[in-house]
């Protein structure tokens, strides 16, 4: 038993709840609830990320009054995210769970327990910008290491999201739109699998592309190195319009499917498709039904009609009829008046009951047509709004640290954390896009049992545990060797 259940001398207690007498104790056999922290620690042990990141961190401490050792600091935050609890708080009692211990490198019971709370803190606070650019390069760096083999070409997807903020936060500001709050604006790049490669805290009056461009410029320059032949695309949404984006992008033969904001002039280029695209309308299925100053309120009846409808098959023919809509592509070569030569632009017309939707982006791409570009490339890049959506899962906007460097750290801990999910569900033969929540429900947060002997640590799983044919494969592709036939 470990010490902090030792030390406890709690008296039992007798319950009056039925006829029979039910006692209660507290002198249990240890026990975890986070049994899937084991998968996370052999991917670390394959893999050396967490190590990696230790190796890129200084240690400002006095030697001699080391009691946590800074990789069992990196290792215990991050399989404390992992198991649904990131805060420096939540220390105070998993500092004594077996699983997250043995994870970190310590023995599960006997072992002394993990850092507290004052500890963590003090690791986050100390952190210097320096140290913060040697652990994001690391990511890139560890991306490379498990790819050994080539990739003959690779799609980065750029993506800002707002991270809210309370209190008196460095950097957290104020803005207006669609946000309507204090918050800070975090960078993230995701390839098309959903790998984690870039995670940078920015300020919350920053833009989607600002910062956008020296972490294009780093990451291409050591993915070049490491893969001279590899073709790169970079996608993005229309809020990464910039000239010196476009022309880093083209001289450096990296292909970019990126969204343009809307102008007039691109109205203008755009005017024949756009009265074709109604006219087609028309012509196919009369004027559009909810346009004008009641449109909402009769697209609402429309869909109060087609939800009430008993029979399937009436209900299927009358949201076909609600959502009737007509698909054109059309391209021209625009140039603006801060770009350095015309680009191909493509614009998508949709008409529909509600009226016309455009949409134009810009692209290097010469070879597909304008359709395949849009819908079979560019469409991809809603992906990363995906993977963002599963990174905050593991509570990564959680940014409370009153210093931006100290919340800079931990969203890169959060990365850390996310990264070894994301290998973990890879494993999972058809769950490559789970996401994160049920990930930790069904895979991390199973109880165990825990025995420690001077010879052996035995983790025992209840035989109810109805994933636990999937558990024990993941596990053997991770190294853990068959001790009886199955």
Request: charged residues 25%; glycine residues 6%.
């Amino acid at each position: 038993m470990n010490k902090f259940n030792a030390s406890q001398r709690i008296g039992q207690l007798e319950l009056d709840l039925i006829d029979k007498p039910v006692t209660l104790s507290f002198d249990g056999d240890d026990v975890s609830g986070n049994a899937g922290v084991l998968l996370a620690a052999q991917v670390e042990k394959m893999t050396g990320l967490l190590a990696g990141a230790d190796a890129r961190l200084n240690d400002h401490r006095t030697c001699s009054l080391i009691k946590h050792g800074q990789f069992e600091l990196i290792a215990q935050r991050v399989f404390q995210i992992i198991s649904g609890a990131p805060a420096c708080d939540d220390s105070d009692y998993l500092r004594h769970d077996p699983a997250i211990k043995i994870g970190a490198g310590r023995e599960p019971i006997s072992g002394e327990s993990l850092a507290s709370q004052p500890t963590q803190s003090r690791f986050e606070t100390r952190r210097t910008y320096k140290e913060l650019l040697r652990l994001g390069e690391w990511l890139v760096d560890y991306y490379i290491q498990c790819h050994p083999k080539p990739p003959k070409s690779l799609i980065l997807d750029f993506d800002g999201s707002a991270v809210e903020t309370y209190g008196l936060q460095l950097n957290a500001f104020y803005r207006g739109g669609p946000y309507k709050k204090y918050m800070y604006f975090p960078l993230f790049v995701f390839d098309a699998d959903g790998w984690l490669l870039v995670a940078a805290l920015r300020p919350g009056d920053q833009g989607e592309v600002h910062f956008s461009l020296p972490v294009l410029k780093r990451l291409v320059s050591k993915l070049r190195k490491a893969w001279p032949g590899v073709k790169i695309t970079m996608r993005a949404d229309g809020a990464f319009t910039d000239a010196d984006l476009y022309e880093f992008l083209d001289d450096n033969s990296v292909d970019y499917v990126l969204g343009l904001k809307h102008n007039n002039v691109l109205l203008t280029y755009s005017k024949d498709l756009r009265q074709k695209a109604r006219k087609k309308f028309v012509r196919k299925f009369c004027d559009p039904a909810f346009i004008g100053k009641h449109a909402d309120k009769l697209k609402l009846e429309a869909m109060h009609k087609v939800h009430s409808q008993n029979n399937r098959d009436e209900r299927a023919k009358l949201n076909s009829e609600v959502n009737k809509r007509i698909h054109l592509f059309g391209e021209f070569a625009y140039q603006a008046g801060s770009w350095d030569e015309s680009r191909r632009v493509i614009c998508r017309c949709d008409f529909g009951q509600e009226g016309l939707e455009v949409r134009y982006i810009v692209t290097s791409i010469k070879w597909m047509t304008a359709a395949d570009t849009y819908q079979k490339l560019y469409c991809g890049r809603a992906r990363a709004e995906m993977w963002i959506k599963h990174i905050k899962e593991t509570r990564a906007d959680r940014l409370s640290c009153s210093q931006f460097k100290a919340n800079a750290f931990r969203l890169l801990l959060h990365a850390l954390a996310y990264i070894l999910m994301h290998q973990i569900r890879l494993l999972i033969d058809c769950r490559a896009s789970m996401s994160l929540d049920f990930l930790r429900r069904f895979f991390i947060n199973v109880p165990v049992h825990i025995r420690e002997t001077s010879q052996t640590c035995h983790f025992r799983i209840s035989a109810a545990y109805k994933e636990a044919r999937i558990f024990r494969q993941i596990s053997k592709r991770l190294g853990a060797k068959s001790l009886i036939a199955a």
